[in-house]
């Protein structure tokens, strides 16, 4: 099992910065991949960015530039996700993702607003 545990959301204004912080626990050692999914009431949830092992990274094609995702120094299960210049259509709920070779683990979602 693999609890995960996301932090960070709130309201910005278009323009500006938020990060968000996803922290594992659990069965950490058998986790090969971690990243961020995004989701909008009415649409499919859809992969913001991913880093798996050797801190290789993965970002929706759309975001590249804006977001970065990235993994903390000394704690490896946990994960950032540095957004920038944010607009009104990054607003959604975003979650947290853990594979392992026996499936993958989705955190509770954390409420991310970009509004003036």
């Known amino acids: 099992q693999v609890q995960l545990v996301e932090a960070g959301g709130g309201s910005v204004q278009p323009g500006g910065s938020l990060e968000l912080s996803c922290a594992a626990s659990?069965?950490?050692?058998?986790?090969?991949?971690m990243g961020w999914y995004r989701q909008v009431p009415g649409k499919a949830r859809e992969q913001v960015a991913v880093?798996?092992?050797?801190?290789?990274?993965?970002y929706r094609q759309s975001l590249k530039g804006r977001f970065t995702i990235s993994r903390d120094k000394n704690v490896k299960s946990t994960v950032y996700l540095h957004m920038t210049n944010m607009r009104p259509e990054d607003t959604a709920v975003y979650y947290c993702?853990?594979?392992?070779?026996?499936?993958?683990?989705w955190g509770q979602g954390t409420q991310v607003t970009v509004s003036s």
């Open positions: 659990g069965n950490i050692a058998e986790i090969v991949l």
């Open positions: 993702v853990a594979d392992r070779l026996v499936g993958r683990t």
């Open positions: 880093i798996m092992d050797g801190d290789i990274t993965n």
